[in-house]
């Protein structure tokens, strides 16, 4: 009798220990969903506020001194980016080339400004202006 009180009590401790296991584990895999969601927000959120510095001076009729603006802000923007957030407009991201077709804009006349925006990244790649 006594061996099989025992036996109860062991098997009742190791069924308490699976059921704390398992609800840690329940626990865990429920918080590493929230943070998974978390940093996917972090992403979008990156990816908008780069984007819309850029954004503001698009569009079908845009000032000519908006475009100006919009290559001085790219000329900036560039100057503090790594290579592969590195923004292009008129087919470069070439300081020179970019200041030279600035100074080409008339600043009484509207334009056409159109963002490219990568796919795999959401990153606004290049921008044409006709």
């Given amino acids: 009798m006594e061996n099989a009180s025992k036996a109860l009590i062991i098997a ?11 609800l840690g584990l329940l626990i865990f895999k429920s918080t590493s ?19 819309s510095q850029f954004l503001k001076y698009c569009g079908d009729s845009v000032k000519g001194s908006q ?5 001085e802000v790219i000329i900036a923007h560039n100057a503090n980016s790594e ?4 923004v ?4 470069t991201d070439d300081v020179n080339t970019i200041s030279k077709k600035r100074n080409e804009i008339k600043t009484n006349q509207n334009y056409s400004v159109t963002q490219h925006i990568n796919e795999s990244t ?3 790649d290049y921008i044409t202006v006709q």
């Fill in 67 to 71: 475009v100006r603006t919009l290559c």
């Fill in 12 to 22: 009742g401790s190791v069924l308490i220990a699976i059921l704390v296991i398992s």
């Fill in 83 to 86: 290579n592969s957030k590195k």
């Fill in 33 to 51: 969903g929230t943070t998974d969601q978390t940093q996917e927000l972090g992403k979008t959120l990156e990816v908008q506020q780069f984007n």
């Fill in 122 to 124: 959401g990153l606004i």
């Fill in 88 to 91: 292009k407009i008129f087919g």
